[in-house]
């Protein structure tokens, strides 16, 4: 009698203690690809090299000038499409889309 009671409290821990890991695991499972890896998910080498891809100069919005009182410089930007591709068989890896800012002051 009191052996199965022991027996069911341990079966119970087993059971919160896989339930813990596997929500832990599937909290971190999904996390994005990490711009830093440079092994190829492809063949494996260490061949993988940052691309960037840079899109075309968008007006965004005016700035008060910093060097000339008075005056508005204009701030553009662009996307910038980061990748990786593998040096070795080609295999490439979108990373995603970042954006790069410039102010023109042209006066
Ligand atoms: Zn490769
Ligand atoms: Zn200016």
Redesign the pocket.
């Known amino acids: 009698m009191k052996r199965k009671k022991w027996i069911l409290m341990l079966a119970l821990c087993t059971s919160l203690v896989l339930g813990t890991v596997t929500t832990s695991v599937a909290a971190t499972g999904p996390a994005p690809a990490q711009p830093m890896a440079q092994e190829?998910?492809?063949?494996?080498?260490m061949?993988?090299l940052n691309q960037y891809d840079y899109g075309e100069w968008v007006y965004l919005t005016t700035t008060i000038c910093e060097k000339k009182v008075g005056r508005v410089d204009y701030i553009y930007k662009r996307p910038v499409f980061m990748s990786v591709k593998?040096?070795?068989?080609?295999?490439t890896a979108d990373l995603g889309t970042t954006w790069e800012y410039k102010t023109v002051c042209n006066h």
């Open positions: 190829c998910g492809n063949c494996g080498q061949r993988l593998c040096g070795n068989c080609g295999f």
